[in-house]
């Protein structure tokens, strides 16, 4: 049951996000114009949704994953906690991690085109990675 909850809520966080009417994906260029210190209330809005709904949903994932390990299955928590689980201090603000995002996002533009969750994850798990 655990594995089957973890893949799923894994499978919405990484899945291309669109809406029903969008036929393109949602990318770290949206992410930026949605992030930027020039977007509006909503989009700024949005933006801290995203990035807090994909940190803490992957991190939920990740735990519930390693802490319903069952160690007849001959598999490897660790492998879940190396790529996508961070180990973000409490003090941390949502608008640190947009923060984060941001800078990531103007470092890399050769990679805006990807997903912007993927995006997400990799930013802020480069700067809080658990080990």
Do not use: W
């Not at 992410?31 to 809005?45: F, H, I, P, Q, V």
């Not at 299955?73 to 995002?101: H, M, W």
């Amino acid at each position: 049951m655990h594995k089957v909850a973890v893949f799923l809520i894994l499978s919405l966080l990484i899945a291309e996000p669109t809406t029903a009417m969008a036929t393109e994906a949602y990318t770290g260029n949206d992410l930026l114009n949605d992030c930027g210190t020039s977007a509006d209330d909503t989009r700024m809005e949005f933006c801290f949704g995203l990035v807090s709904g994909a940190v803490h949903g992957v991190n939920f994932a990740v735990f519930d994953a390693i802490i319903s390990y069952d160690p007849e299955s001959g598999q490897n928590p660790a492998v879940f906690r190396n790529k996508y689980a961070t180990c973000i201090p409490e003090e941390v603000t949502i608008g640190q991690l947009r923060d984060i995002v941001v800078k990531y996002l103007n470092d890399h533009p050769s990679e805006r085109h990807q997903y912007a969750v993927g995006l997400i994850l990799t930013a802020v798990g480069k700067t809080f990675a658990c080990f």
